[in-house]
């Protein structure tokens, strides 16, 4: 189940809400904990074990990693917590990657295979993977308090908002929350809203431009010109934010309904003028637990310049491994790693001297560069369509030419992405609040309820017709 279906909108989550606020207090965590494994076992049913098993290890890794914490069993609890983690994710995220390379080294010196049948990748595994080793971590660095109820344990792993798609919480964040949080008619009208931006930007955006990028990017080689090439980048850097921040925005708006809190995740990251800027905005939920979780441990920027340059890379090559068992995912984490590096050297000072048009451009094509490889599921096909862009496409004859792709529909979606992928809107609310005018205040009273109202209507009308409607996350 996911949330832009038909199904989570007026069955799932009107039912979930009205129990939930008609229940007592005592009674609300067990029924979010309910709905949350209903939710995820309606798409995962036997998988939901493993997201069980997790629950429950961690539960009792945090305990011990509090009650040793400081000695030298409490680095053993860490380490275990740690192996435990990575171990579950390893076996069901990149066990056919692994056998997959190794049976290409055993091929080319002769020797027999290696045979593995492919391994299911239980949806959010990532996710909530990493939420629970950052939960026993945090414990044992003494930055949070140990939980001794198991069951809110399981409701910070399993609560069905950021389940499988994130923001990956930390329990600091959110500990004092699930303990004992309040609820109002203008915090539930605040989800609301935001739940109904995400919406619209998953519904209206994303997924009308990931009709062409998919087309586009399944192209053979034959049949893919420059202009295609390009098309097709730029679709999916629509969609890729759109989906990722919608969804990020459903999270947050859901959770407001519930009572919580969440960090923001996306802060326009397309408006970035170095790489360095756009990780700072992109799925910061992501890039922060590298950062502390990883980056500082290993040492940060403390130990010179060599050392620093080394932890980048590694943090990104990790990176990019975590969003997919593939060396395209790899690829994709070294190049940022690299540009990262770039940028802290004396050539990098160049992109801080440029006008700021050059350097958002600089970024944005750096960006979408590396999009390419996050998309393709090959490193030949992805060097091919970077090729393509750069104007070598071999006299490519499409079937069909980037005016059979232009239509109407794209060209508004395309236009509402790139004028959605800037701030105005936050802008527009601070010069609204500076107003004074009462004719403007009702105008802009009745915009906040009349606008949400219609991104719903359409994404319900688009949904309703059974539009293409992609669910990414499958691969991370």
Request: proline letters at 5%.
């Amino acid at each position: 189940m996911v949330f832009s279906s038909v199904l989570f909108l007026f069955l799932f989550l009107p039912v979930v809400v009205s129990v939930y606020h008609a229940s007592p207090r005592f009674a609300r965590n067990l029924w979010l904990l309910a709905a949350s494994l209903f939710f995820y076992a309606w798409g995962e049913t036997f998988y939901v074990g493993v997201m069980l098993v997790s629950v429950l290890a961690n539960y009792g890794l945090g305990l011990a990693a509090d009650r040793f914490r400081g000695g030298p069993f409490g680095g053993r609890i860490l380490l275990l917590t740690v192996l435990l983690n990575l171990g579950m994710l390893g076996v069901f995220k990149y066990a056919n990657f692994i056998a997959d390379n190794v049976n290409v080294a055993l091929a080319t010196l002769g020797l027999a295979t290696v045979e593995l049948s492919p391994v299911h990748l239980p949806i959010g595994i990532s996710f909530f993977t990493f939420q629970a080793m950052s939960y026993v971590i945090d414990v044992y660095r003494g930055q949070a308090r140990v939980e001794r109820n198991p069951f809110n344990v399981a409701l910070y792993i399993a609560l069905f908002p950021q389940l499988i798609a994130g923001p990956i919480v930390r329990y600091q964040d959110v500990a004092d929350q699930i303990r004992e949080r309040s609820t109002s008619a203008d915090l539930f009208a605040q989800g609301i809203r935001r739940f109904v931006i995400g919406l619209g930007k998953k519904v209206l955006i994303a997924n009308l431009v990931a009709v062409p990028a998919d087309a586009i990017f399944q192209l053979p080689a034959s049949e893919l010109t420059t202009g295609l090439a390009w098309l097709g980048t730029i679709c999916y850097t629509l969609q890729i934010y759109f989906d990722f921040s919608g969804y990020s925005d459903m999270a947050i708006g859901l959770g407001l309904m519930f009572g919580f809190r969440f960090l923001e995740n996306f802060q326009w990251p397309y408006i970035a003028r170095s790489i360095k800027e756009f990780w700072r905005r992109w799925h910061i939920s992501l890039s922060t637990w590298f950062r502390d979780y990883l980056y500082l441990p290993l040492g940060g920027n403390r130990h010179g310049n060599l050392r620093t340059y080394f932890n980048l890379v590694t943090v990104f090559f990790l990176c990019g491994l975590w969003h997919g068992a593939s060396w395209s995912f790899v690829v994709w984490g070294l190049y940022h790693g690299a540009f990262l590096v770039f940028e802290r050297t004396r050539a990098g000072a160049v992109v801080d001297r440029m006008p700021r048009p050059l350097q958002h451009g600089y970024t944005l094509i750096v960006v979408m560069i590396g999009w390419v490889f996050f998309r393709h599921e090959t490193l030949p096909g992805a060097l091919h369509h970077l090729a393509a862009m750069a104007g070598f496409d071999g006299g490519a004859v499409p079937l069909y030419p980037v005016g059979y792709y232009l239509q109407y529909d794209l060209c508004l979606a395309l236009a509402l992405g790139i004028f959605g992928a800037t701030p105005w809107l936050p802008a527009l609310a601070v010069w609204y609040e500076r107003q004074d005018s009462p004719a403007l205040r009702r105008a802009g009273d009745i915009a906040l309820i009349a606008a949400p109202l219609a991104v719903l209507y359409c994404a319900a009308v688009v949904l309703s017709a059974g539009t293409h409607n992609p669910f990414i996350y499958f691969r991370f």
